[in-house]
């Protein structure tokens, strides 16, 4: 497991914010592009990092994330032409499945076999830019945290070839007791499996 000393993540933490808002107040005597396209680069560095330095994952030793290719369709448009919102939802939970998968776990089999299933518990995310019709996108999924009921992810969906990412957010998942639909914990085999990430009590 990968474990971090709190009072140096807080210090980063502390350094690092500081450090954009004295950036901000310098760019805020400023007009035109300049400014409007070096903020939201820092905006997503930072949030970043906030996700990394939560969850004791340091800058340099995360799980190398797994990846998922999906297709825009005509069905995941809204009027507008481009990718409705809860549709990266859809994209995200799809990616867990397949990277459950890999992992060697079928859903199904697991409710049949152990009566465990998994349900989202929280998810927060940011609309970064849109996705349109036809293109190829490259939806990621990287834990960053495993407790003993519940998984934390970090989770991304970009352009494939560009890297533009459309959407990104963390999702947290919970182990419950099929019959009962009660939190549980996740079975030992399948701990064995997941990635050595910071374990949460």
Not at 155 to 170: L, S
Request: charged share 25%; net charge positive.
């Amino acid at each position: 497991m990968i474990w971090r000393s709190r009072t140096r993540t807080r210090a980063g933490f502390g350094a690092l914010k500081k450090a954009r808002t004295a950036f901000f107040n310098i760019l805020s005597g400023f007009a035109g592009p300049f400014r409007g396209l070096i903020l939201p680069a820092m905006d997503r560095f930072y949030i970043m990092v906030r996700i990394r330095q939560r969850h004791g994952v340091g800058m340099g030793e995360s799980v190398k994330p797994f990846l998922w290719e999906v297709r825009v369709y005509y069905e995941d448009t809204d009027a507008g032409g481009v990718v409705y919102y809860a549709n990266y939802l859809r994209f995200m939970e799809r990616a867990r499945t397949e990277w459950l998968r890999q992992l060697g776990f079928e859903q199904d089999e697991l409710i049949e076999q152990t009566a465990v299933l998994f349900a989202v518990r929280s998810a927060r995310l940011e609309f970064l830019r849109p996705a349109h019709f036809n293109q190829l996108l490259q939806v990621s999924v990287q834990p960053v945290r495993v407790g003993r009921a519940s998984i934390t992810f970090h989770q991304q969906v970009r352009v494939a070839g560009t890297g533009t990412v459309c959407c990104e957010g963390e999702v947290r998942i919970a182990s419950l007791d099929a019959r009962t639909l009660r939190p549980r914990p996740i079975p030992e085999f399948m701990h064995a499996r997941l990635p050595a990430v910071h374990e949460e009590n």
